[in-house]
């Protein structure tokens, strides 16, 4: 089974940077959709950042400017780098894959997640 392990996660202070990891657990051939999702206390799963099929990027509203998504396929892992964080950026960060990898896996998994805490 496909696994996704998520890692970069802690506290941080408002203005402060962290970058998450998502390492797949087996090589990736397609990406129909990978990337970042966050859940808040209280609140729904959002979508933070996702590289889609073609390589394009989608952002959130609320992290564009600040938050980079990018991928390494040497190492099968999507990373997220985020500055300038806000107290509204604090939640668990989960990674997400749909796709085929290269044993051809129909793949739809995801990570265990990640929590992100953000001091005002």
């Known amino acids: 089974q496909v696994q996704l392990v998520e890692s970069g996660g802690g506290l941080v202070q408002a203005g402060g940077s962290l970058r998450l990891s998502c390492a797949a657990s087996?090589?990736?051939?397609?990406?129909?959709?990978m990337g970042w999702y966050r859940q808040a206390p209280g609140k729904q799963r959002e979508l933070v950042a996702v590289?889609?099929?073609?390589?394009?990027?989608v952002y959130a509203d609320s992290v564009k400017g600040r938050f980079t998504i990018s991928r390494d396929n040497s190492k099968n892992t999507v990373y997220l780098q985020m500055n300038n964080l806000k107290p509204e950026d604090t939640g668990v960060y989960s990674c997400?894959?749909?796709?085929?990898?290269?044993?051809?896996?129909?793949?739809?998994?995801w990570g265990q997640g990640t929590q992100v805490t953000v001091s005002s």
């Open positions: 087996e090589s990736i051939f397609s990406i129909n959709t």
């Open positions: 590289i889609i099929s073609g390589g394009n990027t």
């Open positions: 997400h894959w749909n796709g085929i990898s290269k044993t051809w896996r129909q793949v739809d998994v």
